[in-house]
């Protein structure tokens, strides 16, 4: 005796979505159907986005113009409206979890006419069916030990899962080789390099490229409200991996010692499941060997004696900047890092940048 269960997506599909693959098919233009089915050019968008009920009349037409029986598009109609009551009503408290507003701002989530609508594009950019599925993928930013704890700003799982979720789905169209840990090791002496470099605009595509090269891809991405990382790394596969900055705090300091921070958790751990740099636990053995890996990566361990020497004369600092390849505000960095420096000393020689 089998047993049956009915069944429920948590998505919905608009009838507009049927009636817009028959005027492909059709070869039909937007334009020529609403002559046809006497409707305005606003009435066919409403329609072709679900904000248009499908009535008696306007299901005649349909089925005139496009085939398909009055009643399919009714019950197509009807089917759509349900499920997307049914939806909303599931989905509300997770959209609540969820930064909406910032995906949209940031264009992630296209604009939606209806909240069912909303929660169907969620999910569609999450890749999940389902919430329940999206609570058993991402259950795990609830208890992850390898975040580092931000005590300035609160952090919800929901929004880290999406801004990593960005990363991933913008890693899918970055070309890369396959990857080689040895070549990346040595490509970091040119990346270092490339932080004397002043313009963003011109270092960043060279970085993206050196990743690449060595199976890396870097994807530099705002964090939306509730997401206070730095940065992030995973291997999407075994031969591909995923290393993610939020650019989050503006400064060249930041960024270079992220970058190489992440840089380490590729080459040192290998990370299946995302690191996530801003949100947990600082003190993890993981996290300190990433953290003295960059240090060594920007101060190689025979120039610390001379950086612990330097005082606040900016021409020191300028002078030792050059000597070790990087710019001048990561030395300040470095210096403010093991206080030799105070963190309102020499500032002015950090690189700032913002969001354009």
């Known amino acids: 005796m089998s047993e ?74 009807y089917q759509y409206r349900e499920d997307s009551e049914r939806i909303l009503g599931n989905a509300k408290d997770w959209l609540r979890q969820l930064p909406v507003s910032d995906m949209k701002r940031f264009g992630w989530l296209e604009p939606a006419i209806r909240p069912a609508d909303e929660a169907s594009r969620c999910l569609e950019f999450f890749n999940v069916r389902s919430v329940g599925e999206w609570y058993e993928t991402y259950n795990y930013l609830e208890s992850a030990v390898l975040f580092r704890k931000s005590e300035c700003f609160e952090s919800r799982p929901a929004s880290v899962a999406a801004w990593l979720r960005y990363g991933e789905r913008e890693a899918e169209v970055i070309e890369t080789e396959l990857w080689d840990s040895e070549k990346f090791r040595r490509t970091l002496t040119d990346a270092k390099k490339l932080s004397r470099e002043k313009d963003p605009t011109v270092f960043i595509p060279q970085l993206r490229q050196l990743c690449a090269n060595c199976g890396v891809a870097l994807v ?15 291997f999407v596969r075994r031969d ?53 890996f960059a240090r060594e990566v920007i101060v190689p361990p025979e120039f610390e004696p001379e950086l612990l020497l330097l005082r606040s004369q900016s021409v020191d600092i300028i002078r030792f900047a050059k000597k070790v390849g990087v710019s001048p505000g990561l030395v300040v960095g470095q210096l403010q890092h093991r206080e030799v420096l105070g963190y309102n000393q020499q500032n002015q020689l950090k690189r700032r940048y913002s969001w354009s």
């Open 4 to 77: 049956t269960t009915d069944f429920c997506p948590d998505w919905v599909s608009a009838p507009g979505r049927t009636l817009a693959e028959l005027l492909r098919y059709e070869e039909m233009s937007e334009a020529e159907f609403g002559e046809r089915a006497m409707l305005e050019d606003k009435d066919v968008s409403h329609l072709l986005n679900g904000r248009l009920s499908i009535t008696v009349e306007v299901a005649k037409r349909l089925e005139r113009i496009v085939g398909g029986s009055v009643e399919f598009w009714l019950a197509r109609d």
């Open 220 to 234: 530099i991405a705002r964090t939306p409200s509730g997401c206070p990382a730095s940065g992030a790394t995973k």
């Open 240 to 292: 591909r991996s995923l290393l993610m900055l939020s650019f989050r705090h503006l400064s060249d300091d930041h960024f270079w010692f992220s970058f190489f921070h992440e840089a380490a958790h590729l080459l040192l751990h290998h990370p299946e499941q995302f690191v996530v740099e801003g949100v947990g636990d600082s003190k993890s053995k993981l996290e300190v060997e990433a953290n003295e």
